[in-house]
């Protein structure tokens, strides 16, 4: 059965340092998304994407965040800057359509730890 | 803004007794509810949704649009049920989920 996969499954990183978190979604979805859960708090949406560009984005997505789709298969998540509150599971979705109702699938996540 | 509440962050029961773990929502439009659930290092996956008014795993949900409410239901619960349930409101964007707090089930032999 076809699945989202993230890499890393684990990433730690200093304060202040860039990193990318990927995503390789189903592969005959058009609809990707991020969202993430601080430990203990609510998952929250960040990014959907669609057709190389972002379709919604939520007031947490601000200008240190950015995504990417670099080539056919990979989806990307930069965060620029880290900061320590951005510690949390990071999961990456995908969907083969925007209609509402229709199930997105998850990545496993990428534990992101700031230090 | 859309808001889903899951009032129970922990639920016990024993195994054959019924479970229902609520959620409420706050929706300005028509809603399009999900309970996902994500089993001990599994990732998240979809349960079922209100659209389809079907039966997974021996679970129900139904929309109440009155009380603002999509419960889930199970009549007998069973060990293999335990696990993290959310539940989460699509809105008109489409797959822009907004989810509840999440509430761990345990079913206890």
């Known amino acids: 059965e076809p699945e989202v996969t993230q890499t890393p499954s684990h990433q730690v990183t200093q304060m202040g340092q860039e990193v990318i978190l990927r995503c390789v979604p189903i592969?005959?979805?058009?609809?990707f998304y991020w969202y993430r859960q601080i430990l203990g708090q609510k998952v929250e949406f960040l990014v959907s994407?669609?057709?190389?560009?972002?379709?919604?984005k939520s007031e947490i997505f601000d200008d240190q965040f950015s995504v990417e789709r670099p080539d056919g298969s990979n989806f990307t998540l930069k965060i620029r800057s880290t900061k320590l509150e951005d510690s949390a599971m990071y999961f990456c979705?995908?969907?083969?359509?925007?209609?509402?109702?229709?199930?997105?699938?998850f990545g496993q996540g990428t534990r992101l730890t700031v230090v | 803004a859309q808001r889903v509440t899951q009032p129970e962050k922990l639920l016990s029961v024993f195994k054959g007794a019924p479970v229902e773990l609520k959620c409420n929502y706050s929706?300005?439009?028509?809603?399009?509810l999900f309970w996902y659930v994500q089993y001990s290092r599994q990732r998240l996956q979809l349960l079922l949704r209100?659209?389809s008014r079907e039966s997974i795993k021996g679970f129900t949900a139904d929309l109440n649009k009155g009380e603002t409410s999509f419960h889930l239901k199970k009549p007998f619960a069973q060990e293999e049920d335990s696990a993290m349930y959310y539940c989460?409101?699509?809105?008109?964007?489409?797959?822009?989920?907004?989810f509840g707090g999440g509430t761990r089930l345990m079913v206890k032999p």
């Open positions: 994407f669609y057709n190389n560009e972002i379709s919604e």
């Open positions: 209100h659209i």
């Open positions: 989460a409101l699509d809105d008109n964007a489409g797959n822009m989920l907004t």
């Open positions: 929706y300005s439009g028509s809603p399009e």
């Open positions: 979705a995908s969907s083969g359509s925007s209609v509402r109702g229709t199930e997105a699938f």
């Open positions: 592969s005959n979805h058009l609809y």
